[in-house]
């Protein structure tokens, strides 16, 4: 009678035991409860409020049963393991995200954290929050420079790899232009700032992916609502367990209670929650280190299944550095006559052929003309006055489109245009004057791209608007499959929805500023070389470098995130599928349960399968 007194009393001091310390644990999981707080007010229930619910649903009754002697049994321990593992499951998350890298984070220490300001000559230090455009900044050797900006004194070697992806410096000399976060290797700069904070390369580029990470693909909008959806199945299977295992079969109550509160806690969809961000968190990371930026992450579905790719040829395939091969007079002037005319009419044009003939005038020392009543005629040539007299350049449709007359030119014409070379008339209101050819040399990063694109059954296309016979050199040089020549820049959009009604999924690539409109009709546009202007708007996806082998990168490294996200939203399904009923009892024919702690176990090992499988990705070799 003694000893069982004894153990009553015992059993009833570690009930009192096990509530206290339960209590204090139970503490640590108020965190939960103000997320599910919060997945409640937004109505988009998740696996905090699982969690919530499978937390308080134990510790209340396990309360009740130290109040109430009839319940014999508790949750205590099961409750308390629960949510230790829940918050080292917590731990290894946000630990793994960490590792995942942040972006923005790496993107930052690329810029130094202050910079030597020159205030009426005298050198003072400043955190570069304090810089504005206009100031003048010292950059000594080894040094970062702090924002974009044009050299107004001294000469170096700068390391732009940042942006251009080249690890071979460039010389930087007075009148250059330098970007944010290149180093200064040798000798010092002193550097007028153009662009700063924000608006500086660094800024763009942090906006950007700022941008990219508010964004979801199509498989994470998936993903949040299976969540949703799971939310209510564990609920209601917990409901159904508890009284089937009750009140059908006849088991104790506590029973039921014990195998309805381990389908609340099993179900929890951390996994499901974390197989899309862990993968793009990822993602971003490598797209920075690799040169590019997506913008809209929902692309990524998109691009892995291009089958056309569209390229801008000139300064994309091509160098786009053109150099004056031939000069061809046809009417009573000289070839010098010809270069005189052409440099003057181009000396205001940005065009890249108008500023390689400019330079080639300058060359040969050439006096240019001053114009008057300057026209850019889109996608043609120009118009300008010399001296009262009207004189055009341009390309053959511009000459057509005037009547001016060619007869004399066009046999030199078809001879230049026949070796590939870019030929530009220069004429008079009635006749043609002479021709001015140009060369531009395919770039060698051009010939592996469309190689190793092919290679991944995708088909390439080239936009120009240089003549058919300069288009299908190119084309045939480079084994492109089509290409569209003597395109206008407002007409490049149209070619690109040709090939998307013929059921093509088409990337476009471009400048982005010529090309906007086809990077917006294309299912995905990609802005290629945007170098210091890397805030494109109308791109979905940012290249840095000026390599077109940038593409295949990009394509591959979208197929294999797909696949990731694939293979972790299946395992996340699948192991729902398999664990919720197991935690019901379904298997209990075969003498297999899962107690709560267990089921938070497998839950929380479940969500480091997620995480690990996501990381797998930062081994894959882009090169």
């Given at each position: 009678?003694?000893?069982?007194t004894?153990?009553?009393?015992?059993?009833?001091?570690?009930?009192?035991?096990?509530?206290?310390i339960?209590?204090?644990?139970?503490?640590?999981?108020?965190?939960?409860?103000?997320?599910?707080l919060?997945?409640?007010?937004?109505?988009?229930?998740?696996?905090m409020?699982?969690?919530?619910?499978?937390?308080?649903?134990?510790?209340?009754?396990?309360?009740?049963?130290?109040?109430?002697?009839?319940?014999?049994?508790d949750?205590?321990?099961?409750?308390?393991?629960?949510?230790?593992v829940l918050l080292?499951?917590?731990?290894?998350?946000?630990?793994?995200?960490?590792?995942?890298?942040?972006?923005?984070?790496e993107?930052?220490?690329?810029?130094?954290?202050?910079?030597?300001?020159?205030?009426?000559?005298?050198?003072?230090?400043?955190?570069?929050?304090?810089?504005a455009?206009?100031?003048?900044?010292l950059?000594?050797?080894?040094?970062?420079?702090p924002?974009?900006?044009?050299?107004?004194?001294?000469?170096?070697?700068?390391?732009?790899?940042?942006?251009?992806?080249e690890?071979?410096?460039?010389?930087?000399?007075?009148?250059?232009?330098?970007?944010?976060?290149?180093?200064?290797?040798?000798?010092?700069?002193?550097?007028?700032?153009?662009?700063?904070?924000?608006?500086?390369?660094i800024?763009?580029?942090?906006?950007?992916?700022?941008?990219?990470?508010?964004?979801?693909?199509?498989?994470?909008?998936?993903?949040?609502?299976?969540?949703?959806?799971?939310?209510?199945?564990?609920?209601?299977?917990?409901?159904?367990?508890?009284?089937?295992?009750?009140?059908?079969?006849?088991?104790?109550?506590?029973?039921?209670?014990?195998?309805?509160?381990?389908?609340?806690?099993i179900?929890c969809?951390?996994?499901?929650?974390l197989?899309?961000?862990?993968?793009?968190?990822i993602?971003?990371?490598?797209?920075?280190?690799?040169?590019f930026?997506?913008?809209?992450?929902a692309?990524?579905?998109?691009?892995?299944?291009?089958?056309?790719?569209?390229?801008?040829?000139?300064?994309?395939l091509?160098?786009?550095?053109?150099?004056?091969?031939?000069?061809?007079?046809?009417g009573?002037?000289?070839?010098?006559?010809?270069?005189?005319?052409?440099?003057?009419?181009?000396?205001?044009?940005?065009?890249?052929?108008?500023?390689?003939?400019?330079?080639?005038?300058?060359?040969?020392?050439?006096?240019l003309?001053?114009?008057?009543?300057?026209?850019?005629?889109?996608?043609?040539?120009?118009?300008?006055?010399?001296?009262?007299?009207?004189?055009?350049?341009?390309?053959?449709?511009?000459?057509?489109?005037?009547?001016?007359?060619?007869?004399?030119?066009?046999?030199?014409?078809?001879?230049?245009?026949?070796?590939?070379?870019?030929?530009?008339f220069?004429?008079?209101?009635?006749?043609?004057?002479?021709?001015?050819?140009?060369?531009?040399?395919?770039?060698?990063?051009?010939?592996?791209?469309?190689?190793?694109?092919?290679?991944?059954?995708?088909k390439?296309?080239?936009?120009?608007?240089?003549?058919?016979?300069?288009?299908?050199?190119?084309?045939?040089?480079?084994?492109?499959?089509?290409?569209?020549?003597?395109?206008l820049?407002?007409?490049?959009?149209?070619?690109?929805?040709?090939?998307?009604?013929?059921?093509?999924?088409?990337?476009?690539?471009?400048?982005?500023?010529?090309?906007?409109?086809?990077?917006?009709q294309?299912d995905?546009?990609?802005?290629?070389?945007?170098?210091?202007?890397?805030?494109?708007?109308?791109?979905d996806?940012?290249?840095?470098?000026?390599?077109?082998?940038?593409?295949?990168?990009?394509?591959?490294?979208?197929?294999?995130?797909?696949?990731?996200?694939?293979?972790?939203?299946?395992?996340?399904?699948?192991?729902?599928?398999?664990?919720?009923?197991?935690?019901?009892?379904?298997f209990?024919?075969?003498?297999?349960?899962l107690?709560?702690?267990?089921?938070?176990f497998?839950?929380?090992?479940s969500?480091?399968?997620?995480?690990?499988?996501?990381?797998?990705?930062?081994?894959?070799?882009?090169?």
């Amino acid at each position: 009678m003694v000893m069982n007194t004894l153990g009553l009393e015992a059993y009833t001091l570690t009930k009192w035991i096990g509530f206290g310390i339960a209590t204090i644990i139970f503490g640590f999981a108020l965190i939960f409860f103000e997320h599910a707080l919060h997945e409640i007010k937004a109505r988009a229930y998740g696996m905090m409020t699982l969690v919530s619910i499978a937390v308080a649903a134990g510790y209340l009754f396990s309360v009740a049963a130290t109040f109430l002697p009839s319940l014999e049994a508790d949750f205590y321990l099961e409750i308390s393991t629960l949510i230790w593992v829940l918050l080292f499951g917590h731990y290894l998350e946000a630990k793994s995200g960490a590792a995942a890298g942040d972006s923005l984070a790496e993107v930052a220490k690329l810029l130094p954290k202050q910079a030597h300001k020159l205030i009426n000559g005298v050198e003072t230090d400043v955190d570069i929050s304090e810089l504005a455009d206009g100031d003048l900044v010292l950059v000594k050797p080894g040094e970062k420079i702090p924002a974009d900006g044009i050299i107004t004194a001294g000469s170096a070697n700068v390391d732009e790899a940042l942006i251009s992806g080249e690890s071979i410096p460039v010389q930087k000399k007075v009148k250059d232009e330098v970007v944010a976060g290149s180093i200064c290797l040798d000798g010092s700069l002193t550097i007028s700032l153009t662009r700063v904070g924000e608006h500086s390369t660094i800024g763009q580029i942090q906006n950007l992916i700022a941008t990219a990470q508010q964004t979801k693909p199509k498989s994470q909008r998936l993903a949040d609502k299976a969540a949703g959806i799971l939310t209510f199945i564990a609920v209601i299977t917990a409901l159904l367990t508890l009284l089937i295992w009750t009140f059908v079969i006849g088991q104790p109550f506590v029973f039921g209670a014990t195998l309805a509160i381990t389908v609340l806690v099993i179900a929890c969809p951390h996994a499901l929650g974390l197989a899309i961000p862990t993968v793009t968190t990822i993602t971003t990371s490598l797209a920075v280190k690799n040169g590019f930026f997506i913008k809209n992450l929902a692309k990524l579905e998109v691009i892995k299944k291009a089958d056309y790719v569209v390229f801008d040829k000139t300064g994309t395939l091509t160098t786009g550095v053109f150099g004056v091969t031939d000069l061809v007079a046809v009417g009573d002037v000289t070839e010098d006559e010809v270069l005189r005319i052409a440099a003057s009419l181009e000396q205001h044009s940005s065009h890249i052929i108008g500023e390689s003939i400019v330079a080639h005038a300058k060359e040969k020392s050439v006096t240019l003309s001053r114009i008057a009543d300057f026209k850019n005629i889109a996608g043609k040539g120009i118009m300008a006055e010399i001296d009262g007299k009207k004189y055009v350049a341009g390309n053959r449709a511009l000459i057509e489109s005037m009547d001016i007359s060619f007869t004399k030119a066009e046999s030199p014409y078809n001879e230049l245009i026949s070796s590939g070379k870019t030929t530009i008339f220069v004429a008079d209101e009635s006749a043609v004057l002479g021709l001015v050819a140009l060369s531009d040399s395919i770039k060698s990063e051009s010939y592996e791209a469309v190689r190793r694109l092919h290679e991944l059954d995708v088909k390439v296309a080239m936009l120009t608007g240089d003549n058919s016979q300069v288009a299908q050199s190119v084309a045939k040089e480079l084994n492109i499959d089509t290409f569209f020549a003597e395109v206008l820049p407002k007409d490049k959009y149209a070619h690109i929805k040709e090939l998307q009604e013929s059921g093509s999924v088409v990337l476009m690539v471009g400048d982005g500023v010529n090309d906007a409109p086809a990077l917006t009709q294309a299912d995905a546009g990609i802005a290629i070389g945007a170098g210091t202007d890397v805030a494109v708007e109308a791109g979905d996806v940012v290249l840095t470098r000026n390599n077109p082998g940038d593409i295949v990168r990009l394509i591959t490294l979208a197929r294999k995130v797909y696949i990731k996200m694939i293979q972790n939203l299946v395992w996340a399904l699948g192991y729902n599928v398999v664990a919720i009923p197991a935690a019901a009892g379904v298997f209990a024919g075969f003498g297999f349960f899962l107690r709560p702690e267990i089921g938070a176990f497998v839950m929380s090992l479940s969500t480091v399968i997620v995480v690990a499988n996501a990381m797998l990705l930062k081994r894959i070799d882009l090169t």
